[in-house]
């Protein structure tokens, strides 16, 4: 069962400076290396699972499947020879392409569907990897933590500041293009914020009982065990991962991979030829 997670979706500007990004790790001299894409997504669906969710238009309106070729169209310059998504079953999703494939399944307003199927069927020779991992998301246990050492007006202020970002990058969807909104998401300013929130949620905490480092924990789990789902995919130096995600992993994924010297890390900005991020439709 999949556990709610923040789903910051990289828009948080919280008055506290945010970590910067990892640097990469220093290549391996004289060895070529295989590459990996993570794109940060909202969750197009709909699917209400985090504690705060963007509430987004139908993606497969005629206005929004214009846009959402201009994505895949950016994304096949990458040209990616696996394409990992945010699914937990393999065999389910083996049948989902093959009925795709054969023309018996009509795309849903899930980014897994939008976005995997599509653009693996466009390459042809691509396949789609399943490569979640399920994990604890303990922040009942924070908001007790909070509740009893009489720190709940700080941590309330906190989670309202976090759903008000969640709430301006829907607004800031409905007047741009699906490719400028994740440009937006998948800037290294905003992904290095979406990660300094959960070292402001780490701040609650005291000896003997850590709830804040605790949720942090477990979130940094799930993400490692991801990246470690992802690194089976990598079997030689010419292959080209592309990772599709929610948003709220992207900066850890990022981290991770970045982190692996015999990877080169690669983002959306770098094939993207088009106006810039912020421009109005």
């Known amino acids: 069962m999949r556990v709610p997670t923040l789903c910051l979706v990289a828009v948080m500007a919280m008055g506290s400076r945010a970590p910067a990004q990892i640097a990469p790790a220093a290549s391996v001299p004289g060895v070529k290396r295989a590459e ?44 990616p020879t696996r394409i990992a998504v945010e699914h937990d079953s393999q065999e389910r999703l083996n049948e989902r392409f093959r009925q795709y494939l054969a023309g018996n399944y009509a795309l849903t307003a899930n980014e897994i569907d939008q976005l995997g199927l599509r653009l693996a069927k466009e390459l042809g020779d691509t396949a789609v990897h399943a490569v979640d991992a399920d994990g604890d998301f303990p922040l009942p246990r ?104 929610g948003a709220g992993h992207l900066g850890w994924l990022r981290q991770a991979f970045a982190a692996n010297p015999m990877l080169r890390l690669r983002t959306l900005e770098e094939f993207v030829t088009t106006a810039p991020r912020d421009a109005g439709r």
């Not at 705060?52 to 990458?78: C, G, T, W, Y």
């Not at 929130?197 to 709830?211: T, V």
Request: aromatic share 10%; hydrophobic share 40%; glycine share 4%.
């Open 142 to 245: 924070l908001i007790k933590y909070a509740k009893a050492t009489g720190q709940s007006a700080s941590l309330d202020s906190l989670m309202a500041q976090i759903g008000a970002r969640v709430r301006a990058q829907n607004e800031y969807l409905k007047t741009h293009t699906v490719l400028q909104t994740l440009r937006s998401m998948n800037a290294d300013e905003n992904v290095a914020q979406d990660v300094g929130a959960y070292y402001l949620l780490a701040r609650y905490g005291e000896p003997w009982d850590y709830p804040g480092p605790d949720l942090l924990a477990e979130w940094y789990r799930r993400n490692i065990r991801i990246y470690n789902n992802v690194m089976k995919l990598v079997t030689t130096p010419e292959d080209r991962v592309l990772v599709i995600y």
């Open 36 to 79: 990996v894409l993570v794109l940060g997504v909202y969750h197009m669906a709909n699917p209400g699972r985090d504690v705060f969710n963007m509430q987004v238009d139908d993606v497969r309106s005629p206005r929004r499947q214009e846009e959402i070729a201009e994505l895949i169209a950016v994304l096949r310059k990458f040209n």
